[in-house]
């Protein structure tokens, strides 16, 4: 008797374990039932009227269903595609991000598709040449919109030019007295601005790293930030103006053709200009420690717009079309195709959509995201325990990363919604460089390494030590092949696959 109940007993914790495993089966494969769904766009419109498609359907199966409702040239490579429901982006099946985004199958679901870069970078893997050089702190590094130039400022009072090919010191330009803060390419890549803590910018010929003007004098401070006059907005598609920012609280626009001063824009005498940024529908930005971002028009130097929200010092800006802006007319292949200023016009409007996007990162722990064309309310960003030292849109201009003191990044999306953090560093995080896929990132911190973050599965794919202080600087190539770092170990450190 005492065997037959325990046989029953075993039986039946049996069926209760199967029935158990077959619920768990069932959840990650669940029974196909239809979806009333419909595509949508970024923007909001339509491509379908409302559809049944199965619920275990894949990414693959929607390319295809996408590609065959948007594409129409039968003889042109399908666009890729990423599908998101509610912000939940489509990695398995339907069923799963429509799950995650608290949907039923009673519900019609609004499928969002955006376009995917055509090329893909295939990452970051190892340290493939480091440089010496400098004799002091490298601050700011960049690659030229072509891909194939590459200049750093550093502490020593010199800007270096490199061959990126051979990893080897191409010039060396002398001529500043204190520290380069900043350097600057002009995005028709024949020209590079350096600003240093004497309140000097030198404009350098790419080419023969010889000065192209006189040196440009009228800063009473430190020049803090240097930006181009977008391609599509110049004169015969020849980059001659920029505007600097300084410490003694002012901007000032350059004519590097004539070497002249052309206007000072007086944000806040008593406190620095932080950043500034020239926008592509003719506006300029300045950002200030004294909490304000001013709008200024670049055709009558008027002030449009202050923009107030942060309760301290705003220290970083980034547009959702600074890509477009860096790039200018160049591709990936650092080629010009057709006219130069119809195609950086052309590429400006693709990115830019219904307006420019700015966002602000600030002391006081914050983001905001802004649309200075509109009167539209701005959105703060809040999840950063520490000052944000640094933000940067991806170059498709969908997301938004951001780099803190509290020894994380932060990642975001053009709504201004937070999607998720990135840990690892042990020490503040001052820098960071996207991918030009938009499909990875990279921080540099005062720990002294850097890391490559994917955006997809938003973990740490791959930690790149090498560099003996804190990293101050990162850039990467326009093409993906390279990326760039400077750090106080007065070290130039290239990056590939």
């Known amino acids: ?14 069926r209760a374990k199967v029935r158990a495993a077959e619920e768990a089966a069932k959840e990650e494969n669940p029974d196909h039932y239809k979806v009333v769904a419909s595509l949508v766009n970024e923007e909001g419109e339509e491509t379908s009227y409302n559809i049944e498609i199965p619920s275990d359907v894949t990414p693959e199966q929607l390319q295809l269903l996408c ?65 010496s050089g400098h004799t002091d702190n490298i601050v700011d590094v960049q690659f030229s919109p072509d891909g194939q130039r590459l200049v750093t400022g550093s502490g020593d009072k010199t800007v270096r030019f490199w061959d990126v090919f ?15 803060q900043c350097v600057a390419w002009s995005p028709d890549g024949q020209l590079v601005a350096s600003g240093s803590r004497e309140g000097k910018v030198l404009v350098w010929n790419a080419d023969s790293a ?42 000032k626009m350059w004519d590097v053709s004539r070497g002249l001063l052309l206007k000072t824009f007086t944000h806040n005498k008593a406190r620095p200009v932080s950043c500034v940024l ?48 860096r790039m200018g007319a160049f591709n990936e292949r650092g080629v010009i195709e057709g006219d130069a200023i119809e195609t950086s016009r052309k590429r400006y409007d693709q990115l830019r959509g219904e307006e420019e ?31 944000v030292n640094c933000v940067k849109f991806s170059p498709d201009g969908r997301w938004i990363v951001s ?41 540099g911190s005062n720990d002294s390494t850097l890391k490559l973050w994917n955006l997809k599965s938003q973990r740490l794919i791959k930690d790149l030590p090498g560099h003996e202080g804190p990293v101050y600087c990162v850039d990467w190539a326009p093409d993906g092949s390279l990326v760039a770092s400077g750090a106080a170990d007065q070290k130039l450190k290239l990056w590939r696959h």
Not at 107 to 129: L, S
Not at 232 to 245: E, L, W
Not at 432 to 441: E, G, I, K
């Open 357 to 387: 996007l700015l966002v602000s990162g600030s002391d006081d722990h914050t983001l905001v995201l802004w649309k200075p064309e509109s009167n539209e309310k701005p959105i703060q960003l809040v999840g950063h325990q520490k000052p």
């Open 403 to 443: 780099c803190s003191f509290d020894k994380s990044a932060k990642l975001w999306n053009k709504k201004g919604e937070y999607i998720a953090t990135f840990r690892g560093h042990v020490g503040p995080v001052f820098c960071c460089t996207w991918a030009p896929d938009s499909r990875l990132v990279i921080t």
């Open 67 to 131: 590609n065959s409702l948007v594409e129409s040239d039968e003889d042109e490579e399908p666009t890729p595609y990423s599908f998101y429901v509610e912000n939940n982006e489509v990695t398995k099946t339907l069923y799963h991000a429509i799950k995650a985004a608290g949907l039923t199958s009673e519900d019609t679901v609004k499928i969002v598709y955006q376009p995917q870069a055509v090329f893909r970078v295939r990452g970051i893997a190892d340290c493939c040449a480091t440089i």
């Open 1 to 14: 008797c005492l065997f037959v109940c325990l046989f029953a007993h075993m039986s039946s914790y049996k």
């Open 210 to 251: 010889s000065l192209r003007c006189k040196p440009l004098k009228g800063h009473g401070g430190y020049v803090t930030w240097i930006a181009w006059e977008p391609i599509h907005c110049c004169k015969d598609g020849v980059a001659n103006r920029f505007v600097s920012g300084s410490e003694n609280g002012d901007a």
């Open 278 to 325: 020239w926008g592509g529908a003719g506006l300029i930005y300045t950002a200030s420690k004294d909490t304000t971002i001013k709008v200024w028009k670049a055709s009558d130097f008027a002030l449009q717009k202050e923009l107030k929200k942060h309760a301290h010092q705003v220290n970083c800006l980034s547009l959702n079309v600074d890509r477009a802006l």
């Open 166 to 180: 051979t990893a080897t010191p191409k010039k060396t330009c002398k001529g500043h007295t204190h520290w380069v």
